[in-house]
Nanobody, 119 residues
């Protein structure tokens, strides 16, 4: 069984910084793309950033230049460095990963971590 566990959420002031982490564990043979999504109250879940196994990245226009996604393949962990966050970045952030567990490739999700940007 594969699990994704997020950490690092909380309250941050506008213009501050915060780093989210997401560690995958369990029966893992390979991890392909990893990503961060977010969902604000009353809105649909949206892609924030993604990273391939080779390190290629993609960002939502709203976070380009402020957020950085990275991964540590040895630790099966993906990070989201949030610099200069804005109140509109307030949301529950979810980690996603496409993982081969030895039998099938599946999309897995973390439980979500709340990020609140407020002074």
């Amino acid at each position: 069984q594969v699990q994704l566990v997020e950490s690092g959420g909380g309250l941050v002031q506008p213009g501050g910084s915060l780093r989210l982490s997401c560690a995958a564990s369990g029966s893992i043979f390979s991890i392909y793309a990893m990503a961060w999504y977010r969902q604000a109250p009353g809105k649909q879940r949206e892609l924030v950033a993604s990273i391939t196994s080779g390190g290629s990245t993609n960002y939502a226009d709203s976070v380009k230049g402020r957020f950085t996604i990275s991964r540590d393949n040895a630790k099966n962990t993906v990070y989201l460095q949030m610099n200069s966050p804005k109140p509109e970045d307030t949301a529950v952030y979810y980690c996603n990963a496409r993982i081969f567990d030895g039998h099938r490739v599946g999309d897995y999700w973390g439980q979500g971590t709340q990020v609140t940007v407020s002074s």
